[in-house]
C-alpha cells in the first residue's frame, strides 16, 4: 500500500487533524443513528493513546459556504462525546482565532470538534489558502473519511499535502477490505449489482465485466436487461431507451468471459403494495397489465449455487423491491446465503451503498459479511474503477 497508517506516525505530543465523516441523521435536535460516530472511534483512541491530540475536521449537510445555523457540529456533540466517554470540546470555526485558541487550549485525554468545514466555500473549492489556515492547526493529518474521499476538498484532498498524512483505521479498514475484493481478489469473483436504474450505474457495469467472473443483475436494471433481449416486462419499470447499452454489456461480458445471471423466473404484481397477490413465472412469462417486483426462487437458487462456488464477493443494490413484503425474498434469501458462507470462512464478502446497507440489515445479514462499507458515493466511485482524490492525496 502506498498510503501510511496511524502506526507509521510519530504522534506523541502532536496535534493531530483527523478528517472524520459524522454527517449523522438528526431529528428534533437528537442524533437517530451514531453508526458513523462509532466507526471513528478506534481511531480517535488510538491517537489518545499514542499520545496525540484528536482535533476533529468535518462536514454536515451541504450549507455551500454559508454559516447556517442549522447545520451545526454542534448538534452531534451530544452523542459524540456518550461514545467516546472522553470530554469533547467545540469550536464555533474551524479556522482563524476561534479554532486556534481551542487547539491551544486542549489538553491530554479531550478531543477537539470544529465547527462545519463547509461553512467555508473554501472547503468545496479545494482552495488552497483555506486548507492551508487548516494546515497551521495542526502537526500531523489523518483522513479517517472515506465515504468523503471522492470529493476533492480542501479537508480531504488538498490538506493531505500541507502535513504528514496518514489513514486513519475506517479508512485503512476500508480500503484493505476494496483491494481484497477487486485490487487483487480470490477468485472466482462475483459481483451483485441491483437498484432500480441501470442510467446510474453504467460506468459501474462497464468496469465489472472486465474483472469480475460472475456478474448478477438484479432490481429494475434486470428488466432493462430483459427487456433490450425482447422480454415483455409488462409495466415494470425499465429503461426501454437503454435497450442498445444493455446489449453493448452483455456482449462484452461474453467477450471478457464474465457470465452475466438475469432472472430465470419473476415475481409478478399488478400493485406495488405489501402483501399485494403475486405470482411466481418464468421471466418471459410476465402478464402485459403486471410488472416484475422481484427475482424467483429458481433464480435465487442459481445465485446461492454461484456463492457456493466463489471465493469473493461484492455486492452493491438489492435484488427486487426489497423494502415491502414479500418482494424482498430474493434479497434476503441471496443475502443470507453469503452471511452464511463469509461466518463459515468461505467467501470474502463485501457490501455498500445506503440501500445495500439497507437491504442486509433488514435480512439480518450484515453482521456476517466481511467488510460493510459505511461509504455510498465513494464505495460506487470505487467500484467504477474511478481513482479517489483522498485516497490519492494519501499516497503522494
Not at 98 to 123: D, I, Q, S
Not at 201 to 211: A, P, S
Request: glycine share 10%; with cysteine; charged share 20%.
Amino acid at each position: 500500500m502506498a498510503w501510511k497508517t496511524l502506526d507509521d506516525m510519530e504522534l506523541d505530543g502532536k496535534t493531530v487533524l483527523v478528517r472524520v465523516d459524522i454527517n449523522v441523521p438528526v431529528e428534533d435536535g437528537v442524533v437517530t443513528d451514531d453508526t458513523r460516530i462509532q466507526r471513528i472511534l478506534p481511531t480517535i483512541r488510538d491517537i489518545m493513546a499514542a499520545g496525540g491530540k484528536p482535533v476533529l475536521l468535518a462536514h454536515f449537510g451541504r450549507p455551500k459556504g454559508q454559516r447556517v445555523p442549522d447545520m451545526s457540529l454542534s448538534v452531534v456533540l451530544p452523542a459524540l462525546e456518550a461514545a467516546l466517554g472522553v470530554p469533547v470540546k467545540f469550536a464555533d470555526d474551524c479556522i482563524g482565532g476561534p479554532a486556534k485558541k481551542a487547539v491551544a487550549a486542549l489538553e491530554p485525554g479531550e478531543v477537539l470538534l470544529l465547527e462545519n468545514t463547509r461553512f467555508h466555500e473554501g472547503e468545496t473549492k479545494n482552495d488552497g489558502g483555506f486548507a492551508a489556515s487548516l494546515a497551521a492547526l495542526g502537526n500531523i493529518y489523518c483522513n479517517d473519511a472515506f465515504s468523503a474521499a471522492h470529493r476533492a476538498h480542501a479537508s480531504t484532498e488538498a490538506l493531505a499535502r500541507l502535513l504528514p498524512s496518514c489513514a486513519g483505521r475506517l479508512m485503512q479498514a476500508e480500503l484493505l477490505a476494496l483491494e481484497a475484493a477487486l485490487g487483487d481478489p480470490d477468485r472466482p469473483l462475483v459481483a451483485v449489482v441491483g437498484g432500480a436504474k441501470v442510467s446510474t450505474k453504467l460506468d459501474l457495469l462497464g468496469n465489472l465485466v472486465g474483472k469480475v467472473n460472475h456478474l448478477i443483475i438484479g432490481g429494475g436494471m434486470a428488466n432493462t436487461f430483459l427487456a433490450a433481449q425482447g422480454i415483455d416486462v409488462g409495466k415494470s419499470l425499465a429503461e426501454h431507451d437503454l435497450a442498445e447499452t444493455a446489449r453493448d454489456i452483455l456482449t462484452k461480458a461474453e467477450e471478457d468471459g464474465c457470465e452475466i445471471i438475469l432472472p430465470s423466473d419473476i415475481v409478478v404484481a399488478r400493485e406495488f403494495a405489501a402483501g399485494a397477490a403475486n405470482e411466481t413465472l418464468p421471466a418471459d412469462a410476465c402478464p402485459t397489465d403486471a410488472m416484475i417486483l422481484d427475482a424467483g426462487p429458481d433464480t435465487v437458487a442459481r445465485i446461492a449455487t454461484t456463492f457456493q462456488n466463489a471465493k469473493t464477493l461484492i455486492w452493491n443494490g438489492p435484488l427486487g423491491a426489497f423494502e415491502i413484503e414479500p418482494f424482498d425474498a430474493a434479497t434476503n434469501a441471496a443475502a443470507r446465503k453469503a452471511a452464511e458462507l463469509s461466518a463459515e470462512g468461505h467467501l470474502i464478502s463485501v457490501a455498500g451503498g445506503g440501500d445495500t446497507v439497507a437491504a442486509l440489515n433488514k435480512a439480518d445479514a450484515a453482521k456476517d459479511f466481511t467488510y460493510i462499507s459505511t461509504a455510498g458515493g465513494a464505495f460506487l466511485e470505487w467500484m467504477e474503477g474511478k481513482e479517489l482524490p483522498g485516497v490519492a492525496a494519501l499516497s503522494q
